[in-house]
T-cell receptor, first 111, second 116 residues
Framework: KNEVEQSPQNLTAQEGEFITINCSYS?????LHWLQQHPGGGIVSLFM???GKKKHGRLIATINIQEKHSSLHITASHPRDSAVYIC?????????????FGTGTLLAVQP | DAGVIQSPRHEVTEMGQEVTLRCKPI?????LFWYRQTMMRGLELLIY????????DSGMPEDRFSAKMPNASFSTLKIQPSEPRDSAVYFC??????????????FGPGTRLTVT
């Protein structure tokens, strides 16, 4: 079983829909990252959070440390949101800064 | 700042050849990471450095892979000899201090390696 699990693996939405991508992890963490990878391949960090909730524009990320679960929400989705969204956790085991990645969620937003 | 710079962006080589990938981290960042991304395994950490010193190389697949960071502004990932299964996109990323609130990782554009 992977230490970081994402769901769904693939998601197709219509423009304007509210989207939720989930991430569950099984290790102790110091932080959780949400990354976005566009079809061209570049990876951009969207959020890094260790508790609560963060918002940036139409994107909202939440984390529940007790339940070891995080969600990424996209409000009023747009075709330009089409990308792979990757959840990654930074383990708190030892003095390490290494990230453990989920397998990603491929999002396609249709006009 | 120009961000993390990687070269080359694309590399096609024949099996058995030596491949060297290069990375220039963001100035002032003291952590540098090398990742590999494949369809089968997704993103995997290969090795990371702190202040030019390798900290964790447990992700390096085998002895054919080696990485160096001779100074704070340059790192290389070398594969010798290369094999078709090394075909992947290799990302370099950098970040600042380990427990700083702002320790996000900034990724380079990646090098797409094809070994035929």
């Amino acid at each position: 079983k992977n230490e970081v699990e994402q769901s769904p693996q693939n998601l197709t939405a219509q423009e304007g829909e509210f989207i939720t991508i989930n991430c569950s992890y099984s290790v102790g963490i110091s932080a959780l990252h949400w990354l976005q990878q566009h079809p061209g391949g570049g990876i951009v960090s969207l959020f890094m959070l260790s508790s609560g909730k963060k918002k940036h524009g139409r994107l909202i990320a939440t984390i529940n440390i007790q339940e070891k679960h995080s969600s990424l929400h996209i409000t009023a989705s747009h075709p330009r949101d089409s990308a792979v969204y990757i959840c990654a956790v930074r383990s708190n085991g030892g003095a390490t800064n290494k990230l453990i990645f989920g397998t990603g969620t491929l999002l396609a937003v249709q006009p | 700042d120009a961000g993390v710079i990687q070269s080359p962006r694309h590399e096609v080589t024949e099996m058995g050849q030596e491949v060297t990938l290069r990375c220039k981290p963001i100035s002032g960042h003291d952590y540098l990471f090398w990742y590999r991304q494949t369809m089968m395994r997704g993103l995997e950490l290969l090795i990371y450095f702190n202040n030019n010193v390798p900290i964790d190389d447990s992700g390096m697949p085998e002895d054919r892979f080696s990485a160096k960071m001779p100074n704070a502004s340059f790192s290389t990932l070398k594969i010798q000899p290369s094999e078709p299964r090394d075909s992947a996109v290799y990302f370099c990323a950098s970040s600042v201090a380990l427990r700083a609130v702002s320790s996000e990782q900034y990724f380079g554009p990646g090098t797409r390696l094809t070994v035929t």
